[in-house]
């Protein structure tokens, strides 16, 4: 509300105070009084009314609205309590899911070794198969084989793990 004061009033108030300065306060005031302008009293008094109405009619507004978000709030609260216990599912679901890659990954890993390691066996006997006073033609290409066959699987396992690894 903004407080502004009518001129009519200042006026009033002014020569209420000259008035009771020179005549005294109670006389002061009476002699004042009787030179105001009833009218404009009276609007004033109209428009005093009518802001402390539409005042009344802002607060009862509010009001509505205050109490329309309090029947809200349970509603609300609600929504997010499920929401939250969706969001909890899915968390926990994610975790799984990484805790399954990562054993996957895991097991990956330790398969690449194995198949590593065998490659290098198998690399060591053609070596000392080749290598030998009389090959053993026989034991060459089995190994030859074996090692043909621990390369694939090398490279499929590495392929998987590259795979779940990205």
């Given at each position: 509300?903004?407080a502004?004061?009518?001129r009519?009033?200042?006026?009033?108030?002014g020569?209420?105070a000259?008035?009771?300065?020179k005549?005294?306060?109670?006389?002061g005031?009476?002699?004042?009084?009787?030179?105001a302008?009833?009218?404009l009293?009276?609007?004033e008094?109209v428009?005093s009314?009518?802001?402390?109405v539409?005042?009344?009619?802002?607060?009862?507004?509010?009001?509505?609205h205050?109490?329309g978000?309090?029947?809200?709030?349970?509603?609300?609260?609600?929504?997010?309590?499920?929401?939250?216990?969706?969001l909890?599912?899915?968390?926990?679901?994610?975790?799984e899911?990484?805790?399954?890659?990562?054993?996957?990954?895991?097991?990956?890993g330790?398969?690449?070794?194995?198949?590593a390691?065998t490659?290098k066996?198998?690399?060591?006997?053609?070596?000392?198969?080749r290598?030998s006073?009389?090959?053993?033609?026989?034991?060459f290409?089995?190994q030859?084989?074996?090692?043909?066959?621990?390369?694939?699987?090398?490279?499929h396992?590495?392929?998987?793990?590259n795979?779940?690894?990205?």
């Open positions: 509300m903004a502004r004061i009518p009519h009033a200042l006026t009033f108030m020569s209420s000259r008035l009771a300065v005549h005294g306060l109670k006389k005031l009476t002699r004042a009084a009787s030179k302008n009833p009218a009293l009276v609007l008094a428009v009314v009518a802001e402390a539409d005042s009344y009619l802002k607060l009862s507004r509010a009001k509505e205050r109490d978000l309090r029947r809200f709030i349970p509603h609300e609260e609600e929504r997010l309590r499920l929401e939250r216990e969706q909890s599912e899915q968390l926990d679901l994610a975790k899911e990484i805790a399954m890659k990562k054993d996957v990954q895991r097991r990956l330790e398969l690449v070794l194995v198949c390691s490659c066996l198998a690399w060591v006997e053609l070596h000392a198969i290598s006073d009389l090959p053993d033609l026989e034991a290409d089995r030859l084989e074996m090692l043909d066959s621990a390369w694939s699987d090398l490279r396992a590495i392929g998987n793990y795979e779940s690894s990205a």
